[in-house]
């Protein structure tokens, strides 16, 4: 478990569909005044929600989700090291 909070979600491709959701929203959330009127603005809190809190969020959520089980962060002494983590190889 990593210490303070995690943005990232179980899996790329989950994590990919909900940046598509929620920027689709926000977009259709202010390209769709002009149609339909302020109504339209209800979309961005489904972006918002999509996104579990902002934009920025998510793209931290992003570097998160590419780079778990890949990166490992050690302390001690006062002393932070971030390190790749080897994994094995599979062979198919």
Known sequence: MTDGQSFASSSLPRHLVRGVVG??????????????GPVSLLLAAVGVFAFRGCPTCWAIGLAQTISRGRLQRSCSDGVCELKVVERPRSSA
């Open 23 to 36: 920027f689709g929203a926000l977009i259709c959330s202010v390209a769709l005044v002009p149609v339909v």
